[in-house]
């Protein structure tokens, strides 16, 4: 059975419980200090990081500072335009200390920046063989998908849209079809840019929700974090209780006959 409808409702990736559903960034803030508050207000376990941003010689002096210790770093390969230089950078960001957990992005299209399937199927194998978290960034494909789960991926992670778009969920019905038919974790990751987008990807049966954008270029990123925390909820809430059918026609909710006819 899918981990989505086990019945404690608890998220499992790669072996380790996960309590929160929305996965935030680090990227984009005007000023990092606010990263402290924007991850207490989303309430989220895992933060990515982009390895690029690092300073390698003195880590603990960058945007890290502001991250508690107590959060799992998702590291991400940004940058990466092929499998091994993913792997490089994977191997890198564990060797400075940043744990096993890593996002393959391997990205060649410049104007899009849509990744490479064929290039994250290698990378996700390279990397799952050497005790990696692996989490990849896709096209919302079903076969590449399952050569992502034969692989040894803990997690999938299509796109909604592209990177930075808002642009909400384009990739709907093939996200559905990869929620129905992949037995792991689906993350829907780039193009929610508003909490209506995370409520809606979280009613189909998604897992959890990453973004980015949507936070950090709002007007108020603590109070848009608190807000994705509350829609990741209640779509996770809405999918759990199952939705009702829709109709073509209407349909009262009360009797249109009875005493008025008596």
């Known amino acids: 059975m899918h981990e989505k409808m086990n019945t404690t409702d ?15 960034g680090s990227g984009k803030y005007r000023d990092d200090r606010i990263i402290k508050d924007v991850l207490a207000a989303a309430e989220c376990d895992i933060i990515t990081v982009a390895l690029r941003r690092v300073d390698l010689e003195k880590p ?3 945007f890290l ?14 940058g990466a335009r092929t499998a091994q230089e993913a792997v490089r950078i994977a191997r890198l960001a564990r060797e ?8 393959i992005e391997v990205i060649n299209d410049q104007k899009y920046l849509l990744p490479d399937n064929h290039e994250t199927v290698v990378a996700t194998e390279i990397l799952a063989k050497e005790d990696f978290v692996v989490l990849p960034y896709m096209n919302a494909d079903l076969s590449t998908a399952r050569r992502l789960v034969d692989a040894g991926a803990a997690a999938i992670m299509p796109l909604g ?33 508003r909490p209506s987008h995370a409520a809606q990807a979280m009613e189909i049966g998604a897992d959890a929700i990453l973004l980015n954008t949507a936070i950090a270029s709002s007007q108020d990123p603590v109070r848009m974090a608190r807000a994705f925390k509350h829609a990741v909820w209640a779509g996770r809430e809405a999918f759990l209780a199952g939705l009702g059918d829709s109709s073509e026609t209407a349909r009262a909710s009360s009797p249109l006959t009875g005493f008025l006819n008596s």
């Open 10 to 24: 608890t998220l499992y990736i790669g072996g380790n419980e996960v309590t929160s559903r929305l996965i935030t």
């Open 60 to 62: 603990k002096e960058t």
């Open 161 to 193: 849209s592209p990177i930075g778009s808002n642009r909400g969920l384009k990739t709907l019905e093939l996200i559905k079809i990869l929620i129905d038919e992949v037995e792991l974790p689906i993350i829907v990751d780039a193009g929610i840019g």
């Open 65 to 78: 500072q502001y991250i508690p210790q107590d959060k799992t770093l998702l590291p991400n390969t940004s």
């Open 96 to 103: 400075i200390g940043c744990g096993n957990w890593i996002k």
